[in-house]
């Protein structure tokens, strides 16, 4: 059985820093790529970050600089660094694994405010 355990969200003040983490089984991690999704309340899930198997990586444009995506294939984990958190980045965080099939985890809430 598959199951991507997202970890971390929470509530931060605009300028904090967070730390997600998802821990994956049933998959041969090293193989997938790895990817952080978002949703907020009313809008589409989008790309935040993503991480394949060679270690490239690609970052949307509203976290390029303020956010890192790494990987630990020991621990069949992924991580995602958020820095200088905004009011926008408020949303639902997913993990997604890809290779040969395509899974999700059940996300974690991150709420920015004062």
């Known amino acids: 059985q598959v199951q991507l355990v997202e970890s971390g969200g929470g509530l931060v003040q605009p300028g904090g820093s967070l730390r997600l983490s998802c821990e994956a089984s049933g998959i041969l991690f090293s193989r997938n790529t790895m990817g952080w999704y978002r949703q907020a309340p009313g809008k589409e899930r989008e790309l935040v970050a993503v991480?394949?198997?060679?270690?490239?990586?690609n970052y949307s444009d509203s976290v390029k600089g303020r956010c890192t995506i790494s990987r630990d294939n020991a621990k069949n984990t992924v991580y995602l660094q958020m820095n200088s958190l905004k009011r926008e980045d408020t949303a639902a965080y997913y993990c997604?694994?890809?290779?040969?099939?395509?899974?999700w985890g059940q996300g974690t809430q991150v709420f920015v405010s004062s």
């Open positions: 991480i394949n198997s060679f270690g490239n990586i």
């Open positions: 997604n694994a890809q290779w040969v099939s395509n899974y």
